[in-house]
């Protein structure tokens, strides 16, 4: 699986390590996802050996989490949207930490940050409290944005390479 490729954590190492120059672009951006999809919680974060860093976000109070707990771990490889309409009814998130205690979520969508050298370094992703699902609308503006996301995170891995 291309996810854990040693390259992938050596990118997403580089991109820890250093001080991110766009920072308000990228809040912009989550701040979007979460108007667009009409979500309480948006995040992008980067997806390290271990442990998803959330890095920008709205609506919820995570730095980092271990990687087994996350919902973005089940997101493909090949730029596809994942959604999840309840987390309470899907064997994978049903006893999840974030589903059964503080914040209780129930709907997820998500998509992988690509770089166009294919490396995968993290994920968008939008989280509700009610299960829901997104119009044809939403997800091709989610999509829209998970690309620009990637160019802007592709510019900043430009900076650290």
């Known amino acids: 699986m291309r996810s854990t490729h040693p390259d992938n954590f050596d990118a997403v190492t580089r991109l820890l390590a ?5 920072k ?3 809040q912009e951006m989550t ?4 108007f667009i999809c009409h979500t309480p919680i ?4 980067l997806t390290g050996r271990d442990k998803q860093y959330i890095k920008f976000k709205v609506g919820i ?11 973005c771990q089940y997101i ?8 999840i309409p309840d987390a309470t009814k899907d064997q994978r998130f049903f006893d999840n930490p974030l ?18 050298s294919g490396i995968r370094v993290g994920s968008i992703c939008v989280l509700g409290r009610i299960p829901k699902e997104l119009s044809a609308t939403q997800k091709h503006r989610m999509r829209v944005l ?7 995170i592709e510019l900043e891995f430009s900076q650290v390479a």
């Open 146 to 152: 998970c690309k620009r996301i990637s160019e802007m």
């Open 99 to 116: 589903v059964v205690k503080a914040p209780f979520i129930r709907f997820y969508a998500g998509m992988p940050l690509i770089t166009r």
């Open 42 to 45: 948006a995040m992008i974060s």
């Open 76 to 83: 493909s490889e090949a730029q596809q949207m994942l959604i």
């Open 31 to 34: 701040e979007l996802l979460s």
């Open 18 to 22: 250093t001080e991110i120059t766009r």
């Open 24 to 26: 308000k672009e990228f």
């Open 61 to 71: 109070d995570l730095q980092e989490q271990l990687k087994e707990d996350t919902f």
